[in-house]
């Protein structure tokens, strides 16, 4: 009972990792690259709902505008960088988003140097609720988890418009052709994604009480194996099984997270995580799917 | 002569059968045109022959030897050249160096006299550099030779490919469209170049193209490929005045 | 552009500047703490010049370069440390293999490395880099996460110039060759250089392990400059930023790498700016350059600045 105690526990971590790998994946396939500056943006958000909650506004208004500072520079971004940059190979967009990620860490560092670790108020108490031992926080993260996972398949599914979102991440020329806005959707979904990182910033408020602007790069790459194991690359052609992919993927990292830190070699749990993507793509290599090309 | 030999090729992709039961023979020095419709799989033929792709099943001799499974980078050494549809050119190299990468396979010294400059290595370098100089000349690419082969039009492109491709001077040559993307003008040019080179080299051909009044006059024989097999083999006019083939919309 | 370095025009060249450099120390004009910075600068050209050679080759952009300098750089101070020569014959043995070891892991990781499509090969790179730096800081010999203290000071002047020169020239004599030509055009028609008989995949494999090989080298070579070593130096960051000026100086550009690892070695010092801007500014840099780039992969500027030229004559006009 014990272990089972420990992987509700980590519910929360996990539920940050699938929502960043769910924004990894739903913007990386509707504009052909990763978008590496969710890490930051991940980062950010919490600064912002933070400063938000110390002025005592509610919770919900600070992560409204949380959502609103993410999808705005997630947009100014795509428009003055990425949209330049995406004429050459998906590499170079990789690149340049890495790029660009490290630049807004430093920006933030440079601004927040006197205080790299802000200490807040963890925002909504954690009491428990009977039968198992489950925070509130922990509960609170499942749900939302489940509901924008169910959310997200069946708009994907189902719905006009996440109908056209799968066409133009599988054939932007063609939708083009009918008269699809391709920029207009790829914006939106974007939207979409920072507003998903913006709501794992405030599972990260709810539930920790420290944070520096470091952090975001370890989130980053341990969402990305996530997505890339829920995957990325491979399973394209279907955004809904890309949606359960990702989510499941990411929240799967987060379990295996604290498995391997209670019951493994407490700092080795990166490795572990890296060793266990190595091995994926080795031995998924010859699945991967390149993008447009043959 | 028998230079290559297909025998009962099979290519299955995804579930999918791409070449069927081939056969396809092609004799010392000859012209063969092959025309299809698309996706009958003549790339594909092309990319079984150069090693790209395996067959899952059939056999593939070259000059009486089983090539079937060699690597592409051996049959080149045998002495197979090719083309590919979309531009074979570096285009980032110039005129010149795109030539010498011909020659790969013909220059001679080993990477210890490389490092240490020894005498064979300018020597054999002074060699190719004359090689070169004479197919450029035969091509009438020589005053282009600094010059980045991505800037050339697509005409002298099209020289270039050819003329790095008959560098080593090799047996068979497999011309993979060619004209694609020339005016009419530049693609009959073209087709007198590869009958100069056919008689010049006695390179054997493999030429596809979209338009068989373009292989009128050079081939010596046209076959006709549909749903990854051989359906017809036989002189140009033959195929062309052909009803049961007409149905066929050859692009 | 190549073919005449070769020659003694550049020979010339590359001992002239080491002369340059030389009165300037020993004069006491460039004092120890911009040797120090020279030195530096040198052993980024090792690592920006080794990179480009397998980026530009692979066709594809990794982010590994500074994990063969941790390896090479903990080997090292390993052997010199270790072994039972005299202090400068333990650093060769150690520099060797440095390089050994990081050519070693390349080969290991090479296989992977190049069947994995190329945004996927970025964060394998990543990810293994990641891995051997957590590596290092779990295993207790190596120091953990504060490193190596004390390491003796072999790196001087004329030692890291005459490596960094031999690499140079070793890159050259190679370029200018059958397999210098085979080398360059595999990233352009991969498919169409191994039709004309290169074999492109132990081409691949050879440059990416003698680029790691020399990446372990300058590692070394690091290590006994800095005296210490930690394993926050070699975070994927620093192959950011060296990849950053392998692009800017122009993927396949040997003289631009050096020039553009040189300058932004210095431009730090020369213009006193802490670490976070220096890699804003670098990134920012490169992302630009990457924005403005006319041909995808590989960059010359002459050409560059001859089309500028001539559209700036053609509104004048």
Redesign the interface.
């Known amino acids: 009972m014990d272990i089972l105690n420990k992987l509700i526990d980590s519910f929360e971590m996990a539920s940050i990792y699938a929502l960043i790998s769910l924004a990894l994946t739903l913007g990386a396939n509707i504009n052909g690259m990763i978008n590496f500056i969710m890490g930051q943006l991940f980062v950010i958000s919490i600064y912002v709902i933070a400063f938000f909650c110390d002025l005592k506004v509610p919770i919900m208004i600070s992560l409204l505008v949380a959502i609103a500072v993410c999808v705005i520079i997630n947009l100014l971004i795509k428009k003055y960088v990425y949209d330049l940059v995406k004429r050459h190979s998906q590499m170079m967009s990789l690149i340049v988003s890495i790029g660009v990620s490290f630049v807004i860490q430093d920006i933030f560092v440079f601004v927040f140097r006197a205080n790299p670790k802000k200490l807040f108020y963890t925002v909504n108490g954690t009491y428990k609720s009977g039968i198992i031992e489950i925070n509130y926080t922990d509960l609170i993260c499942l749900l939302v988890f489940l509901f924008i996972m169910l959310a997200g398949y069946l708009f994907v599914k189902y719905t006009r418009l996440g109908k056209i979102i799968r066409a133009v991440s599988e054939d932007s020329e063609s939708t083009a052709l009918m008269g699809i806005d391709n920029d207009k959707i790829i914006c939106f979904v974007y939207g979409i994604c920072a507003g998903l990182v913006a709501i794992a910033g405030s599972f990260f408020c709810i539930t920790f009480s420290l944070a520096d602007p470091f952090s975001g790069n370890m989130i980053i790459l341990r969402s990305l194996i996530g997505a890339i194991i829920g995957g990325l690359g491979i399973v394209s052609g279907s955004l809904s099984k890309s949606v359960i992919g990702a989510l499941c993927g990411g929240f799967a990292v987060g379990l295996f997270e604290i498995l391997i830190k209670n019951y493994a070699v407490a700092g080795a749990s990166d490795i572990f995580l890296f060793c266990m993507l190595a091995v994926y793509l080795f031995i998924n290599n010859k699945k991967f799917l390149r993008r447009g090309k043959n | 002569m028998v230079l290559l030999k297909l025998n009962k090729l099979n290519l299955i992709f995804n579930d999918m059968r791409i070449i069927r039961d081939l056969d396809f023979v092609v004799e010392g020095k000859e012209i063969v045109g092959l025309i299809g419709a698309t996706q009958s799989g003549k790339t594909v033929l092309f990319d079984l022959i150069s090693g790209f792709y395996k067959a899952n099943t059939g056999k593939i001799y070259f000059e009486g030897d089983d090539i079937t499974k060699f690597s592409v980078e051996k049959k080149s050494q045998l002495g197979i050249a090719r083309t590919f549809q979309n531009g074979s050119i570096f285009s980032e190299l110039s005129v010149k160096d795109n030539v010498k990468i011909g020659f790969y396979n013909f220059i001679n010294y080993s990477l210890k006299s490389v490092i240490l400059r020894s005498k064979k290595f300018f020597d054999e370098e002074k060699r190719l550099s004359d090689e070169v100089y004479n197919v450029l000349k035969m091509f009438g690419l020589e005053y282009y030779e600094n010059l980045l082969a991505g800037d050339l039009s697509y005409g002298l492109q099209g020289k270039l490919d050819i003329a790095r491709a008959i560098a080593c001077g090799p047996k068979l040559l497999l011309l993979d469209r060619p004209t694609n993307g020339m005016d009419k003008n530049e693609a009959e040019e073209f087709m007198d170049i590869i009958k100069m080179v056919n008689k010049k080299f006695s390179t054997a051909i493999v030429l596809i193209e979209n338009d068989i009044d373009l292989m009128m006059n050079i081939c010596d024989r046209v076959v006709v490929m549909e749903y990854g097999t051989v359906i017809a083999s036989d002189k140009p006019v033959e195929i062309k005045n052909n009803q049961a083939l007409a149905s066929i919309s050859f692009s | 552009m190549t073919k005449r370095f070769l020659s003694y025009k550049g020979l010339l060249l590359l001992f002239g500047i080491y002369l340059v450099l030389l009165i300037g120390i020993k004069s006491e004009m460039i004092n120890f703490y911009w040797e120090g910075i020279f030195k530096l600068a040198l052993i980024n050209i090792i690592l920006v010049v080794s990179l480009n050679l397998a980026t530009g080759l692979l066709g594809?952009?990794n982010?590994a370069h500074s994990a063969f300098m941790a390896i090479g750089a903990y080997t090292c101070v390993f052997i010199t440390r270790n072994l039972f020569f005299p202090g400068f014959i333990n650093f060769l043995f150690g520099l060797f293999l440095g390089g050994m070891a990081a050519m070693i892991f390349a080969y290991l990781i090479s296989a992977?490395a190049m069947?994995?499509?190329?945004?996927?090969l970025?964060?394998?790179t990543?990810?293994?880099n990641?891995?051997i730096k957590?590596?290092i800081?779990?295993l207790n010999i190596l120091g953990g996460s504060s490193g190596i203290h004390g390491i003796n000071y072999y790196s001087n002047f004329s030692f890291v110039y005459l490596i960094m020169a031999l690499i140079i020239i070793?890159i050259y004599?190679?370029k200018d060759?059958?397999?210098g030509?085979?080398i360059?055009?595999i990233p352009?028609?991969e498919?169409?250089?191994?039709?004309?008989?290169?074999?492109t995949f132990h081409s691949k494999l050879f440059v990416f392990s003698i680029a790691a090989f020399f990446a372990g080298v300058a590692g070394g070579l690091y290590a006994h400059e800095m005296t210490v070593i930690e394993p926050n130096m070699f975070d994927f960051?620093y192959s950011?930023e060296l990849?950053?000026m392998v692009?800017i100086g122009g993927l396949?550009n040997i003289i631009g790498s050096i020039v553009s690892a040189f300058i932004f070695s210095l431009m730090p010092y020369v213009f006193n700016i802490g670490s976070?801007?220096k890699?804003?500014i670098h990134?920012?840099i490169?992302?630009l350059v990457?924005?403005f780039?006319k041909?995808?992969?590989?960059l010359d500027y002459k050409r560059f600045l001859m089309d500028t030229w001539s559209d700036v004559k053609k509104k004048i006009w």
Do not use: H, W
Not at chain 3, 115 to 120: A, C, E, R, S, V
Not at chain 3, 191 to 199: F, P, Q, T, W
Not at chain 3, 295 to 298: A, H, R, W
């Open positions: 594809q952009l982010l992977p069947k994995i499509p190329g945004n996927y970025i964060i394998a990543i990810a293994a990641e891995i957590d590596l800081i779990n070793f004599v190679i060759s059958k397999y030509r085979a360059m055009c352009q028609n498919m169409l250089a191994k039709s004309c008989g290169i074999d960051s950011l990849l950053a692009i396949g976070e801007l890699v804003i990134v920012v490169m992302i990457i924005i780039m041909k995808s992969l590989i």
